[in-house]
């Protein structure tokens, strides 16, 4: 099968959907499928020899210091550059320029369109315009993701949260739930002490870690007053934070703010999975307070590279820690969230169990499983059989 995957999102910048993209794409290309995938030009590459890139040349986005976004103009070109090539099926990654590209070019291609949502964009667009009234730009997010998926062929989902909130929306096009896979064995090893030694803390002294991008709707504040209730009972409890984004000034005065500056680390955005792996390894659990997470991929590397997760179980981790193995999931609430803390990191028989269960459950979450699943999609998005047919009407 051939595959045209688009994105405004990429490596070199480290998220989930990069993240994502690429271990659907290794998996593919192990299947023997083709994979073409366009993406922006960030001015450095971060693409391995095997995977067929088209860079388009972009400019910065407002509000996100990292984020680029691929020239109208130059996409335009591309798209007539593309015009005569065979593919099987698009697959749009993300709901900006991509998914304007990934329409244009499965029309001319006559392909069935799939599209990925993977961002709660109601419970996140209003942190980046907070000059707005947070009703309207709700509305506004609303109105645009049930157009964005009425106007594709399929929706893939990583979670059942979400595709509830996307039938809520008024969306009617056919739903599918397949999270992004991982590759355990990537997360064998690792070096926590050395990010210890790096960040001031001890080898012996507890530590949270939260491994992930440093933005507002990640919940930030919550885990710094978790850690300031916890360290009543663990005073030299410190808080390691792995990433980089645009709450980090706010987090850092915040910090200050609580007297909690000499135990927080921020160690900036993790280089490469190695870097990811020390990181989660240099915490004695990990923790994770999102509300609006389409599907918790930290918390599943976390429990791969053996560590304890204590997370809110909240729209995308629900699926994850329904079953609690590896895990622990406290109300949302400070004070209960800190006590589960105090509690595991005073029971080192615990965590290792559940450290354990951790490693054992991530396998039922394999990338190679996951790929199968998307491959039976673009196959049934494909079959005249089923009632893919949208895209002669669009």
Partial sequence: MRILQISDVYFPRVDAVSTSIRSFLREFEAKGHGVTLIVPDYGARADVPAEDVIRVASRSVPFDPVGR??????????????????????????????????????????????????????????????????????????????????????????????????????????????????????????????????????????????????????????????????????????????????????LRELAQTLGLAACVSFVGRPDDLQDRRDCYRAGDCFVFASRTETQGFPLLEAMACGIPVVALSAMGTADILKGRRGSLAPRDDVSDFAAEVVALLKDPERRRRLGAEGRAFVQEWSASAMAERMLELYADACSASLAFTRAAAR
């Avoid at 964005?148 to 009617?172: E, F, H, I, W």
């Avoid at 790096?198 to 504040?221: C, I, M, W």
Wanted: glycine share 8%; charged share 25%.
């Fill in 69 to 250: 976004m691929m020239k109208p103009a130059r996409v335009l070109e591309l798209t007539e550059r593309l015009r005569g090539a065979e593919y099987d099926v698009v697959h749009v990654q993300t709901p900006f320029v991509a998914h304007y590209v990934g329409r244009a070019l499965a029309r001319r291609l006559g392909v069935p369109l799939v599209e990925t949502y993977p961002t709660f964009l109601e419970e996140r667009l209003h942190h980046y315009v907070p000059f707005l009234p947070e009703d309207w730009v709700r509305f506004l997010a609303r109105d645009f993701s049930r157009a964005q998926c009425n106007g594709v062929d399929c929706v893939v989902v990583p979670s059942t949260a979400m595709a509830g909130v996307l039938k809520r929306y008024g969306v009617d096009t056919p739903l599918r739930v397949i999270p992004t896979g991982i590759e355990p064995h990537l997360y064998d090893g690792g070096d926590g002490g050395r990010i210890r030694a790096q960040s001031g803390f001890t080898p012996d002294q507890p530590v949270l870690a939260y491994v992930g991008r440093l933005a507002h709707e990640k919940n930030l504040d919550f885990l710094l007053h978790v850690l300031r209730t916890a360290r009543e009972k663990l005073p030299d409890l410190g808080l390691l934070l792995a990433g980089e984004g645009p709450a980090e000034r706010h």
